[in-house]
């Protein structure tokens, strides 16, 4: 079998690959220097006829699968396959496998870095001196002191990978730890869960690890915004649809919260006036980057090959193959 992949990957498991395939063709997209639309995609999979399809960014669509069949599985280096129509490969009879929680290290160390840097007055400060305002009868001690996250009630939205991963990080410092997931129960018995209300009502940081579905758009509403503590501050590194927007900036406006830390917005790239909209002294944006750090390749790459191999071997294909419920349902 062929194996083409198009994602980024580690050389050791890129060797493992070309010990398990008879040909492996890597070209990961930012070596060609951006991902394939339909059109290319469909261009490269007619020249290349992989058996394999590894990919990370590419779009798969309708018109993809029409116009190459010779695809057994797609291997997506993402947690959720958003470039990929799914039910059309469903329907196509192609597995999709993911890797799930691949960047919940990344996140989740930013999340953290993100929290003192904000708690802390980093940015404000160093640009204070560097516009030469450190001058002779100012004391930064006192223009700049900030608070620590010890002892601080952490509310996590969403308890997934990523969020289980920032509370251990902040167990250390002492942290409160509450968690709001109907489908998740910690297995450490530090970390209470406790109704949505309770997080926005109780916490003085509430960070947001929603998927974005049906039932999660604009689930953060105006009524749980409105119902944080003055000194709180909300983040966001999941999703923006998941959150209703113009409800967070009223009430960033009004200073009704501390502020927020986003890395994610409505439009990426934003459109400018949502770049005005969000242009508030109390909130610290970044362009979703929480998830990209160097060691991301090295962790899809063990997940990816991990779960090839059992997608080889028939084995625990409910929980490896992504669209599984769909495709034994199209048999």
């Known amino acids: 079998m062929k194996v083409y992949v198009r994602a980024p990957m580690s050389e050791k498991r890129l060797v493992e690959l070309k010990g398990l395939f008879d040909e492996v063709v890597y070209e990961p997209w930012n070596n060609t220097g951006e991902r394939y639309y339909e059109d290319e995609m469909l261009e490269h999979l007619l020249k290349e006829k992989p058996d394999i399809l590894i990919t990370e960014l590419d779009r798969i669509t309708e ?7 010779g695809l057994k599985v797609i291997g997506d280096c993402r947690a959720n396959p958003a470039n990929i129509d799914v039910k ?13 929680a691949r960047n919940c290290e990344a996140v989740a160390e930013m999340l953290v870095g993100l929290l003192i840097t904000y708690m802390r007055n980093v940015l404000p400060a160093v640009q204070w001196i560097k516009d030469g305002k450190w001058v002779e009868g100012t004391t930064p001690y006192y223009l700049w002191m900030g608070n620590e996250i010890q002892n601080k009630t952490i509310g996590f939205v969403g308890f997934g ?9 902040l167990k250390p410092f002492g942290c409160e730890i ?26 003085d940081v509430i960070s947001i690890h929603l998927p974005v579905n049906p039932s999660t758009e604009k689930m953060i509403n105006s009524e ?13 590194t999941a999703r923006s649809a998941v959150v209703d927007n113009d409800a967070l900036i009223e009430i960033l406006k009004e200073k009704k919260i501390r502020g927020a830390i986003l890395d994610v917005l409505p439009d990426e790239p934003p459109k400018s006036e949502d770049v005005e909209k969000f ?17 991301v390749t090295d962790h899809q790459s063990d997940i990816i090959v991990q779960r090839l191999r059992y997608w080889m071997m028939k084995q625990d294909l409910e929980h490896v193959v992504f669209n599984y419920k769909d495709l034994v349902k199209e048999e």
């Open 88 to 100: 059309s490969c469903s329907r196509h009879g192609v597995p999709v496998l993911c890797t799930p």
């Open 161 to 169: 990978a990523v969020g289980h991963t920032a509370a251990n990080l």
């Open 279 to 295: 242009n508030l002294p109390n909130v610290l944006l970044t362009p979703h980057i929480c998830g990209a750090s160097y060691e």
């Open 224 to 236: 749980l915004l409105n119902s944080m503590k003055e000194t709180a501050l909300f983040v966001n």
């Open 63 to 69: 018109k993809v699968l029409n116009g190459y069949d």
């Open 178 to 203: 509450l968690y709001y997931d109907p489908f998740v129960e910690s297995s450490d018995p530090s970390f209470r869960k406790t109704e949505l209300e309770d997080i926005f009502k109780l916490s």
